[in-house]
């Protein structure tokens, strides 16, 4: 086939993320000698591990046409009671049970007031963001917790086959978020809605309990974050998360996911997640102060939104 009859736009609606990642790489590359290096390879997978789980429930909320500007705060709060759990004598494995099982319960009180009571996500999650964080600064009195079983040191620092644990985490998390967006009714019903919820309602799907099990589901994933978080840092910190709910949005905006609802997917999530791990790595390496990173990221942000209406208009 000749480059002249090519398909260019559709080549870059399909590739432009990895077209994008490997130019990243790249001019990186040129840049620091120290960037294309197994260890610091590692070390960006690793640092991207957390944000990445978030940003696999964020992407379900988000296909759902929902927001969750909570998870940072829940974070917080599922990672300060399970260390809490586990240092007062709770073996850890069930401390790290019970803080999940707290995280989902979170999300789907987020997701209850969503669906059921009628109000915007947006406004429910922001008074998630609050109340979740006083709980956890009232649980802990405002101080870390430390003093942790190994098992949190394991989910933080561990290996397994040669990789970070925190790095099989996200993958696995990622794998199964993946499997039930594409393989299961739930997840087919997750973008129905998504797209368009009143024709979903009339196709018989249960509106209110999908778009509750997808606050339900971004709540998992905090509290999965959370417990390699507090791995990471040996302690839980009450002020842990803070704007981790923006990293998440932005992860999963970049990768293609639509903001109106019923498009997109983990794996571009995971490829956004990349392109902004490897921008923040490759400018500490470059040593480019913090704040310029910051303006840095949001025009990324941007520029992944006006790519978003862009191809959003050609469509219509």
Same mark, same amino acid.
């Given at each position: 086939?000749?480059?002249?009859?090519?398909?260019?736009?559709?080549?870059?609606?399909?590739?432009?993320?990895?077209?994008?990642?490997?130019?990243?790489?790249?001019?990186?590359?040129?840049?620091?000698?120290?960037?294309?290096?197994?260890?610091?390879?590692?070390?960006?997978?690793?640092?991207?591990?957390?944000?990445?789980?978030?940003?696999?429930?964020?992407?379900?909320?988000?296909?759902?046409? @929902? +927001?969750?500007?909570?998870?940072?705060? *829940?974070?917080? #709060? %599922?990672?300060?009671? $399970? !260390?809490? &759990? /586990?240092?007062?004598?709770?073996?850890?494995?069930?401390?790290?049970?019970?803080?999940?099982?707290?995280?989902?319960?979170?999300?789907?009180?987020?997701?209850?007031?969503?669906?059921?009571? @009628? +109000?915007?996500?947006?406004?429910?999650? *922001?008074?998630? #963001? %609050?109340?979740?964080? $006083? !709980?956890? &600064? /009232?649980?802990?009195?405002?101080?870390?917790?430390?003093?942790?079983?190994?098992?949190?040191?394991?989910?933080?620092?561990?290996?397994?086959?040669?990789?970070?644990?925190?790095?099989?985490?996200?993958?696995?998390?990622?794998?199964?978020?993946?499997?039930? #967006?594409?393989?299961?009714?739930?997840?087919?019903?997750?973008?129905?809605?998504?797209?368009?919820?009143?024709?979903?309602?009339?196709?018989?799907?249960?509106?209110?309990?999908?778009?509750?099990?997808?606050?339900?589901?971004?709540?998992?994933?905090?509290?999965?974050?959370?417990?390699?978080?507090?791995?990471? #840092?040996?302690?839980?910190?009450?002020?842990?998360?803070?704007?981790?709910?923006?990293?998440?949005?932005?992860?999963?905006?970049?990768?293609?996911?639509?903001?109106?609802?019923?498009?997109?997917?983990?794996?571009?999530?995971?490829?956004?997640?990349?392109?902004?791990?490897?921008?923040?790595?490759?400018?500490?390496?470059?040593?480019?102060?913090?704040?310029?990173?910051?303006?840095?990221?949001?025009?990324?942000?941007?520029?992944?939104?006006?790519?978003?209406?862009?191809?959003?208009?050609?469509?219509?």
């Amino acid at each position: 086939m000749s480059l002249a009859r090519v398909n260019w736009r559709e080549v870059f609606a399909r590739f432009g993320l990895v077209m994008a990642l490997v130019a990243l790489i790249v001019i990186l590359s040129l840049l620091s000698d120290r960037f294309l290096t197994a260890s610091n390879v590692v070390n960006v997978l690793r640092q991207i591990s957390i944000n990445a789980i978030i940003a696999c429930g964020m992407t379900v909320v988000i296909i759902g046409r @929902g +927001i969750d500007l909570s998870v940072g705060s *829940l974070l917080a #709060l %599922t990672g300060v009671v $399970g !260390a809490g &759990l /586990a240092v007062g004598g709770l073996p850890a494995g069930l401390a790290v049970l019970v803080a999940m099982a707290l995280g989902t319960a979170l999300g789907t009180f987020n997701g209850l007031f969503v669906a059921y009571a @009628g +109000i915007a996500p947006f406004i429910v999650t *922001l008074a998630g #963001l %609050t109340i979740f964080r $006083g !709980a956890a &600064l /009232a649980y802990t009195d405002g101080r870390p917790i430390s003093g942790l079983p190994p098992l949190f040191m394991t989910l933080g620092y561990g290996t397994f086959l040669g990789l970070p644990v925190p790095i099989w985490i996200m993958l696995g998390f990622l794998l199964v978020t993946h499997v039930i #967006l594409r393989y299961t009714a739930l997840g087919r019903a997750v973008y129905a809605i998504g797209g368009n919820e009143e024709a979903a309602r009339l196709s018989g799907i249960p509106v209110r309990r999908v778009q509750a099990f997808t606050f339900a589901y971004s709540g998992l994933a905090a509290a999965l974050a959370a417990m390699v978080l507090t791995g990471r #840092l040996n302690s839980a910190q009450p002020s842990a998360g803070v704007m981790f709910e923006l990293d998440a949005i932005a992860a999963v905006v970049v990768g293609g996911t639509s903001l109106f609802g019923g498009r997109g997917g983990v794996f571009g999530t995971l490829v956004g997640a990349l392109i902004i791990g490897v921008i923040n790595n490759g400018m500490n390496l470059l040593n480019v102060p913090s704040f310029y990173q910051q303006i840095v990221k949001g025009g990324v942000i941007l520029a992944a939104l006006l790519i978003e209406r862009l191809v959003a208009t050609r469509r219509t």
